[in-house]
Structure formats: structure tokens, C-alpha cells
């Protein structure tokens, strides 16, 4: 039986020698106090790890994580991260980041119902079932996933948004911004769901999560509008964009 880690600490070892030998002052700067200007609050799913899908050092990012990125307003580990990140550090964007794929969500959607998890994400299946017979019209089960996912990491943005804590800051006019992004798992893309909100203005101009459900748009919006945008922005040489071997014959 191996009782002892050792493979884990000699590819420690390992690590720690490339990043000096890469940059030499790497372990000086991580060494001073961290001053990360986001807090990233996303699922514990170990396929995704917030510095690595936003190709950000460490010290870059402040991270809260748990299964399938729910805010509980009740949950003293996320209400102390969230105080330590506004009050402290000062971050000016918090980002919920869900993904598709996700089996957190999977698992609130089932009937089952016998672990500790369940209580956890009861916010989740009790959305589900509150507008279970519109969901049950969508085309497929993956689109169901997909659709609960985007909406959950609606639903969270707004709680965080009238969290006291975020309600104060934003009182005495700090520079604070939510964010709601998903992570595809197939493509190592984020996409910006939305809502942005950034003043107690904007929270209550928002429309609720119940009738965002019935907001004609297709399950997998987030990323239909991150690729259309993609594809907005590239700028298409001559060739491409009249490749001769479709153009009609002027002839
Ligand atoms: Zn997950």
C-alpha cells in the first residue's frame, strides 16, 4: 500500500525547478502580498480551474469553489470570501463561472435525492421543478442541461447582487462589477452569459430569473452569441470573402 505521496512531491519538486529556471524572479513576486483584481466563484469540477482557463499567473485571481457554483446566502465559507474580497483585496470584477457538462447540475435534475449534496443544490432542482413544464419542452436532455446551467449562473449573479456586502460597496461608490460566464469543456471557451451588473441600479432594472426562463433564447446562447461575435470581428481577406470557386459565373 503507498502510504506516503511521494510522486506528488517530487513533481513538486519538478514544477518548482522549471518555473525558476523559466523565470527566475517567479517565487520572489508570488512571495509579496496577493492584489488580484477578480474574484472567480465556479464549480469544484477539477477540469476547471480558474487560472489555467484564464491563462492568469496565481496571485491573478482570488477563488472561491464548490460543487456546481451556488452562492447559499447562508454559507459562512462564501460570505467571508466575498468580504475578504471586497473589503480587502478590493477586486473590481466577480465573475461566476459555470460549465456545460456540469454534474452538479446533472445530479439536481435527477430524482435522486439520498446525499448531502442534495441539500445543496435543492436552490437548483427547486427552480427546475418550479418551471419543469416549460423546461420539459425543450428538445433534448443536453439542452435542458445546458439551459439549467445558464440559468443558474444567472440566478447566482443576482443573489450575490443583493448580498448586503455587495449592496454597501456599491454605496459608498465602490468600483464593483458582476459578471456571469460558462465554460464549454469541449472548446476551452468561456462565454459571456451575462447579466453585468454593477450598481443597485442595474440589479433592480434586471428582469427576474422566473421570466428570464421564458426569454426566447435557444439553450445554448452563450455560446451561439460568443460565435457570432467571433466571427463578427475577423476581418475577411478579398479571397475569403468572395472565394472565386463559389462565385457565380459573370460570364
Ligand atoms: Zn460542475
Same mark, same amino acid.
Given at each position: 500500500?503507498?502510504?506516503?505521496?511521494?510522486?506528488?512531491?517530487?513533481?513538486?519538486?519538478?514544477?518548482?525547478?522549471?518555473?525558476?529556471?523559466?523565470?527566475?524572479?517567479?517565487?520572489?513576486?508570488?512571495?509579496?502580498?496577493?492584489?488580484?483584481?477578480?474574484?472567480?466563484?465556479?464549480?469544484?469540477?477539477?477540469?476547471?480551474?480558474?487560472?489555467?482557463?484564464?491563462?492568469?499567473?496565481?496571485?491573478?485571481?482570488?477563488?472561491?469553489?464548490?460543487?456546481?457554483?451556488?452562492?447559499?446566502?447562508?454559507?459562512?465559507?462564501?460570505?467571508?470570501?466575498?468580504?475578504?474580497?471586497?473589503?480587502?483585496?478590493?477586486?473590481?470584477?466577480?465573475?461566476?463561472?459555470?460549465?456545460?457538462?456540469?454534474?452538479?447540475? %446533472? =445530479?439536481?435534475?435527477?430524482?435522486?435525492?439520498?446525499?448531502? *449534496?442534495? +441539500?445543496?443544490?435543492? #436552490?437548483?432542482?427547486?427552480?427546475? &421543478?418550479?418551471?419543469?413544464?416549460?423546461?420539459?419542452?425543450?428538445?433534448?436532455?443536453?439542452?435542458?442541461?445546458?439551459?439549467?446551467?445558464?440559468?443558474?449562473?444567472?440566478?447566482?449573479?443576482?443573489?450575490?447582487?443583493?448580498?448586503?456586502?455587495?449592496?454597501?460597496?456599491?454605496?459608498?461608490?465602490?468600483?464593483?462589477?458582476?459578471?456571469?460566464?460558462?465554460?464549454?469543456?469541449?472548446?476551452?471557451?468561456?462565454?459571456?452569459?451575462?447579466?453585468?451588473?454593477?450598481?443597485?441600479? %442595474? =440589479?433592480?432594472?434586471?428582469?427576474?430569473?422566473?421570466?428570464? *426562463?421564458? +426569454?426566447?433564447?435557444? #439553450?445554448?446562447?452563450?455560446?451561439? &452569441?460568443?460565435?457570432?461575435?467571433?466571427?463578427?470581428?475577423?476581418?475577411?481577406?478579398?479571397?475569403?470573402?468572395?472565394?472565386?470557386?463559389?462565385?457565380?459565373?459573370?460570364?
Amino acid at each position: 500500500m503507498t502510504r506516503t505521496l511521494d510522486y506528488l512531491l517530487d513533481r513538486n519538486v519538478a514544477w518548482s525547478l522549471a518555473k525558476t529556471r523559466d523565470d527566475p524572479a517567479y517565487f520572489r513576486r508570488m512571495a509579496e502580498q496577493q492584489s488580484p483584481s477578480y474574484l472567480w466563484i465556479g464549480c469544484s469540477d477539477s477540469r476547471v480551474t480558474a487560472n489555467d482557463v484564464l491563462g492568469l499567473d496565481p496571485g491573478e485571481v482570488f477563488v472561491h469553489r464548490n460543487i456546481a457554483n451556488v452562492v447559499h446566502t447562508s454559507d459562512l465559507n462564501i460570505l467571508s470570501v466575498l468580504e475578504f474580497a471586497i473589503q480587502h483585496l478590493r477586486v473590481r470584477h466577480i465573475i461566476v463561472c459555470g460549465h456545460y457538462g456540469c454534474g452538479g447540475i %446533472e =445530479r439536481a435534475l435527477s430524482e435522486e435525492r439520498s446525499a448531502m *449534496v442534495d +441539500h445543496w443544490l435543492q #436552490p437548483i432542482t427547486m427552480f427546475h &421543478r418550479k418551471h419543469r413544464a416549460h423546461f420539459d419542452r425543450l428538445s433534448s436532455r443536453t439542452a435542458l442541461l445546458d439551459r439549467v446551467s445558464e440559468l443558474n449562473i444567472e440566478m447566482q449573479v443576482r443573489r450575490i447582487a443583493t448580498m448586503p456586502l455587495v449592496e454597501n460597496a456599491w454605496s459608498r461608490g465602490q468600483d464593483l462589477h458582476l459578471h456571469g460566464w460558462i465554460y464549454g469543456m469541449h472548446d476551452g471557451l468561456i462565454r459571456d452569459l451575462g447579466p453585468h451588473v454593477s450598481s443597485i441600479e %442595474e =440589479r433592480d432594472a434586471l428582469p427576474s430569473i422566473d421570466q428570464r *426562463v421564458f +426569454h426566447a433564447e435557444e #439553450p445554448a446562447s452563450g455560446l451561439r &452569441r460568443h460565435a457570432l461575435e467571433a466571427f463578427g470581428s475577423l476581418k475577411l481577406t478579398d479571397d475569403l470573402a468572395s472565394p472565386s470557386c463559389c462565385m457565380p459565373d459573370e460570364h
